[in-house]
Every structure is written in structure tokens, then in C-alpha cells.
């Protein structure tokens, strides 16, 4: 009986804490790299794309459900390949090393793009 108190009167708190959430806010700790920097790096190489004239795109949200360790070198960006089957076009920002941790040395993160529509 007394779990489920806990539990009723906590969830509107867990519910706020997760509504508030955005990129905007989740920066780079010591820990973990912050979907912010992420998304910004996805922003540099799509911008660079749109210069070159192939089309114009426009980046996503990185999804939240990820979590990945600190980068020790700065990020890279690259389409990604259509050989991995995602379904719709995205950018892959990829960290070489990240900082000492139990879990992992490298990690990609695919960040969804869209078409720009088209201006009449």
C-alpha cells in the first residue's frame, strides 16, 4: 500500500521533469555528451550541405532514448549510409573516443533530416 502512495503522488513530478525536457537544455556534462552539442554538429554538416546546392534539409531532434558518454575528440558528421536500412534520410554525428568509461569507446548517433519544402 505504501508503494503505490509513493508511486501516485511521485508520478506527476517524473511527468513535469520529462515535459520540461528539450535539446535546448540537455548540454555536455562530465559524464555525458549532451544532445544539444549533438544536434549542433548534425546543423554544421547540413548547413554545409545546403551550400553546396544538392538539395535543402532541415535537422531533427536527436531521440532522447539515447544516452551516450562524453566525446574525448571533437564530433564528425556524415550522411548516413543507406546500407544500415534507416528508412528516412539522417545524419550520423560520430565520436572516435570517448572520454574513459565502462560502456563504450566510440558511439554514432543518427539524427533525422527533412526536406525543406520547396519555396514557390
Known amino acids: ?16 521533469c520529462l515535459t520540461s525536457w528539450s535539446v535546448e537544455t540537455d548540454h555536455s556534462t562530465a559524464g555525458k555528451h549532451g544532445f544539444f552539442e ?10 554545409q550541405e545546403n551550400a553546396k546546392g544538392r538539395g535543402q534539409w532541415d535537422v531533427l531532434e536527436p531521440n532522447a532514448k539515447v544516452l551516450v558518454p562524453r566525446c574525448a575528440v571533437p ?3 556524415q550522411w ?3 546500407s544500415l536500412g534507416r528508412s528516412k534520410a539522417s545524419v550520423t554525428v560520430i565520436c572516435a573516443a570517448a572520454v574513459p568509461n565502462g560502456v ?4 554514432n548517433v543518427h539524427v533525422p533530416v527533412k526536406r ?3 519555396r514557390p
Open 1 to 16: 500500500m505504501l508503494r503505490s502512495i509513493f508511486f501516485i503522488t511521485t508520478l506527476p513530478v517524473c511527468v513535469a
Open 38 to 47: 549533438i544536434r549542433e554538429e548534425a546543423r554544421r554538416f547540413i548547413a
Open 75 to 77: 564530433l564528425l558528421a
Open 80 to 82: 548516413t549510409p543507406k
Open 104 to 107: 563504450m569507446r566510440r558511439w
Open 116 to 118: 525543406k519544402p520547396a
